[in-house]
Structures are given as C-alpha cells and as structure tokens.
C-alpha cells in the first residue's frame, strides 16, 4: 500500500464538468504537491502546500482550484477544463525543514484524467 | 536552459545485464539534492535513489547506485541484473538550496527490459 493515496485513478468529464481529485497522505508529511504530466512533456508542478499554507502557485490556469483542509488531504477542483487539460495528476508528499533539498517527495499512483 | 538533461529517449537491455541510465544537471547552488523515480505503465512515480551534493560517497540502494560525478554534473543511474520489472519509463530529479525547494525533473528515459 502506497503512503499517498489518489482517487479517482480515472476520471472521464466533459468540459462544461465540475469534479475533483482526492489525494491523502499517510506519511505524516508536512509538505503536499500537485503536479501534471502531460504526454512528451516533464512534469509540471502545479501547487505547492507547506503546513496547509499554499507557498506556490506555477502560474496555473484557474480553471484549476486547490484545496488543502490539513495536512494529510489535498484536492483538485476542476471546472470548465480544455481538452488540452487531459494528462495524469499526480499528488505528492514531504517532510519539510531539516534537511534541506534532501527530502524525499513522495508520489501517488496519480490520477489520469481525460477532458472530453 | 534546462535544469535536468536525460539524453536517451530510450534503452534496451537484455534480463540480468547491467544498464546506465544518463543524467546530467545545471545548478549554481552548492546544496542541492538529486533523486532517481522509476514509473511503470501505471502511472506511479517511485522513489528509487537519492544523492546529496555533499555526500562523499556514491548512493547505493540494492540494484540501483548512482554514479556520481560531480565536476562534470552528472548523475547517472546504474541498475545491475535487470530484470523485466525494471521495464518502466525513469526520472532524473534535483532539488536546490534550503528546504521548502521543489522537483525539477528531466523527461525522462523508456527503458526496455528483455528476456
């Protein structure tokens, strides 16, 4: 069992669509990712949460809304998404503060979302 | 310019061979952390080995060992003994500076395991 869970693994929603991605971490980490990946493309952060405090933002659409309730759980809210929207989300996890770049972030099984 | 540079696309190797998987990084920082991920057709993205700037001696973590050489900025990833569950596209990723600092990963390489 993985320490950070995603759900849905899959998701199929047309563009006019509300739905959101679930992530929770069981790691006790105090860091959260969301991060997409796109075909042919390295992967791209999209938001960064330290203590539920959202520290980064990578200039993302805002068709794309996170939500961070604590430490352990972390959502996407997704609403009028592009085809071009359609890649694998992958939520991630870290213990920030002691050792510098040498924390360990880790991921999810992701979840593939396809924008029809 | 690019932070992480994988220049294979794409390797083959045969079952119980070792296999070198190419990484090279750009960083003016001197604390910086590098990190291989290993994602099978799934889609999870697993840790696999991590090397800090300061560490002495290469990272080791069963098959897989990092050839670290610093000087030359590159981190390549060594599995020994393939075998056909190593099949699976692999990431190179480095952290900079203090904490808080996130993933910059490279775009990876396919590698193909066969019997």
């Known amino acids: 069992e993985t320490g950070v869970t995603q759900t849905p693994r899959h998701l199929v929603m047309g563009m006019t669509n509300k739905k959101s991605l679930k992530c929770e971490q069981h790691?006790?980490?105090?860091?959260m990712y969301w991060y997409k990946q796109s075909a042919k493309k390295p992967l791209e952060l999209m938001f960064v949460y330290n203590f539920k405090e959202q520290t980064e933002n990578n200039s993302v659409p805002s068709r794309f809304s996170p939500e961070c309730p604590n430490s352990s759980h972390l959502f996407l809210h997704l609403h009028t998404l592009q085809p071009e929207d359609s890649a694998l989300y992958l939520c991630?996890?870290?213990?920030?503060?002691?050792?510098?770049?040498?924390?360990?972030?880790?991921f999810g099984e992701g979840s593939w979302l396809t924008v029809v | 310019a690019q932070k992480i540079t994988q220049t294979q696309p794409g390797m083959f190797v045969q079952e119980k061979e070792a296999v070198t998987l190419d990484c090279t990084y750009d960083t003016s920082d001197p604390s910086y952390g590098l990190f291989w991920y290993k994602q099978p057709s799934s889609g999870e993205m697993i840790f696999l080995i991590y090397q800090g700037s300061y560490d002495q001696q290469n990272a080791t973590e069963g098959r897989y060992s990092l050839n670290f050489q610093k000087a030359r900025k590159s981190a390549n990833l060594v599995i020994s003994a393939s075998q056909l569950g190593d099949s699976a596209m692999y990431f190179c990723a480095m952290r900079e500076g203090g904490g808080y600092s996130t993933l910059t990963f490279g775009k990876g390489t396919m590698l193909l395991v066969s019997p």
């Open positions: 991630a996890s870290s213990q920030e503060g002691d050792r510098g770049p040498g924390n360990t972030i880790y």
């Open positions: 790691l006790g980490h105090n860091a």
